[in-house]
Every structure is written in structure tokens, then in C-alpha cells.
């Protein structure tokens, strides 16, 4: 399977800490993206990064890429109870459309 | 942004029955249309590709005799699970995306929950 990694699987932390969630994939890409879940809900795109960049901020959110370990992490700072969700990288390859997903971060803010 | 709606929002049937589910873009023109599958707790798993016009693409392991695809128009994508069963039951979310861009920009429908009894 090309199916990335996320670690870690579930992660709880008090409202106001920083949360730091990491993605790994197995081939090279073109783009990397993170999408964020509420339960039962659709995916919600929060930031692309490029496979020739390294790092990517947005509002609260910074995204780094390294891709000699073939890994991504997203950090989500001074978290809020509104963050609880689940998070997953997709990576899309050179000459593919395709997004593959990986198998995401729970995420529990407890206020 | 770009909206894509799902119709219907969950839905429940009894074994045997077939189910249809759309998925539409509602302000701009889909050229290629996702569906995924997730189950609870699970990620999202790519079941096949849909080019409007053309027949779709199905990922290994997926029976495209049993999950009927339509991509008939440029905003309208259709699911049909035929002959369901219980282990069909699932979260089926449809993504679109427009022909150009700078990047793979995929926009995500809110999600079908399927319950087969």
C-alpha cells in the first residue's frame, strides 16, 4: 500500500498547548497537503506545501517538509477546544492526480 | 471558494436494495470527480477516478460491477452501490476538481453515511 503514516494515531492535550502531529509517505511527491475532519463531517483543506519548500505557515498553523526523510509535520499552535478533530496528510504525485491519504491524527483539545 | 454537495446525507436500506448517491459542484465545472470510502475511524481510501464522459477508473479491490459510477455532466458525478450488504455500510465522500490551476486543489463534498441493514 502507498498509504502514508501519521503519528502520532491520537493525541490529547489542554487547551493553549501546542500540538504537533507528523506524516510520512513512501515515494517522492509533488505536493503534500493537510486536511482537517470533525466527526462524521467532510474534509476541510488547510494548507499545501510544495515538494521544493520547507516550511509553510498559516494563522496558527506550520507546516514543515523534509523530503530526504520522506516526512511532513504539522503544528498547530495555542490550540482551542475548536481544533478537535482529525487530521491527515495526502500526498499527490508527479503525473498523478491522486491523493493518498494518510492515516490520520485524532486530535482532543480538553478545554 | 468551490462547493461540492453530496445528496443524500446518509441514508439507510435494507440488504439487497440499491443506493445512489450524487455528488455535485455547485460553482464551477468538475472534470474529474473522486470517491473515497472511510470507515469509522479510519482514513479515507480512494475507491475509483471519473472524467466526465468517459467510463471510470477503479482502484484494485474495488468491483466496479457493484459500485456503479456516472459522470454524465461537469458538475454531476452519481454512486450507485448495487445490491448492498451490511459491509458496505461506510462514509462515502466524493471530491472534484477543475480542469487547470497551478496545483492538485481537490474540493471535498460534506460526506454520504450509508447504514445497509
Known amino acids: 500500500s502507498q498509504q502514508g503514516e501519521e503519528d502520532p494515531q491520537a493525541l490529547s492535550i489542554q487547551e493553549g498547548e501546542n500540538a504537533t502531529m507528523n506524516c510520512s509517505y513512501k515515494t517522492s511527491i509533488n505536493n503534500l497537503q493537510w486536511y482537517r475532519q470533525n466527526s462524521g463531517r467532510g474534509l476541510v483543506h488547510l494548507i499545501l506545501i510544495r515538494s521544493n519548500e520547507r516550511e509553510k505557515h498559516s494563522g496558527r498553523l506550520r507546516v514543515t517538509l523534509d523530503t530526504s526523510k520522506k516526512s511532513s509535520s504539522l503544528l498547530i499552535t495555542a490550540s482551542r477546544a475548536a481544533d478537535t478533530a482529525s487530521y491527515f496528510c495526502a500526498t499527490d504525485h508527479f503525473g498523478n492526480e491522486k491523493l493518498t491519504f494518510g492515516t490520520g491524527t485524532r486530535l482532543t483539545i480538553i478545554p | 471558494g468551490a462547493v461540492v454537495s453530496q445528496h443524500p446525507s446518509w441514508v439507510i436500506c435494507k440488504s439487497g436494495t440499491s443506493v445512489k448517491i450524487e455528488c455535485r459542484s455547485l460553482d464551477f465545472q468538475a472534470t474529474t470527480m473522486f470517491w473515497y470510502r472511510q470507515f469509522p475511524k479510519q482514513s479515507l481510501m480512494l475507491m475509483a477516478t471519473s472524467n466526465e464522459g468517459s467510463k471510470a477508473t477503479y482502484e484494485q479491490g474495488v468491483e466496479k460491477d457493484k459500485f456503479l459510477i456516472n459522470h454524465a455532466s461537469l458538475t454531476l458525478s452519481t454512486l450507485t452501490v448495487t445490491s448492498a450488504h451490511p459491509e458496505d455500510s461506510s462514509f462515502y465522500i466524493c471530491?472534484?476538481?477543475?480542469?487547470?490551476?497551478?496545483?492538485?486543489?481537490?474540493?471535498f463534498g460534506p460526506g454520504t453515511r450509508l447504514t445497509v441493514l
Open positions: 471530491s472534484a476538481k477543475s480542469w487547470g490551476g497551478f496545483y492538485n486543489e481537490q474540493f
